[in-house]
Every structure is written in structure tokens, then in C-alpha cells.
């Protein structure tokens, strides 16, 4: 349980931002129509799936339509 302690200032900032990243990632994809590939229930799937870091990112390597 020390060990989880000392470790919450570095745990808090990653899953704070990683909440972040998804909330915006998750807007995107609701609010936009236009996919490089795949729809949007796919996005919305792989996004909530790989929560940690890897669905949004995948999204906005893979997914995101440059307008």
C-alpha cells in the first residue's frame, strides 16, 4: 500500500490527461463526419476499447479527416 502512495503523484496527471485525451477524442469522432477509414461506430469502439492512450491516438493517426 506505500508503494501505491508514493507513486499517486505520478499515477493522478497520467489518468487525469488520459480522460482528457479521451473526452476529446470521443467529441471528435461524435461531431465530425468524415473518417480517413472505417465509420464511426468502429472509432467509437477501438477509442472506449484501448481507453489507455492507444484508442484516441489510434484515431487521430488512423482515423481523423484533415479538413
Do not use: C, S
Amino acid at each position: 500500500m506505500d508503494k501505491i502512495i508514493e507513486f499517486l503523484p505520478f499515477i493522478i496527471p497520467l489518468v487525469i490527461g488520459q480522460f482528457i485525451l479521451l473526452g476529446y477524442t470521443l467529441h471528435h469522432i461524435l461531431t465530425h463526419e468524415a473518417y480517413k477509414r472505417w465509420n464511426r461506430a468502429t472509432w467509437l469502439i477501438i477509442t472506449i476499447v484501448l481507453m489507455n492512450y492507444v484508442g484516441p491516438i489510434l484515431y487521430f493517426v488512423f482515423g481523423k479527416e484533415d479538413n
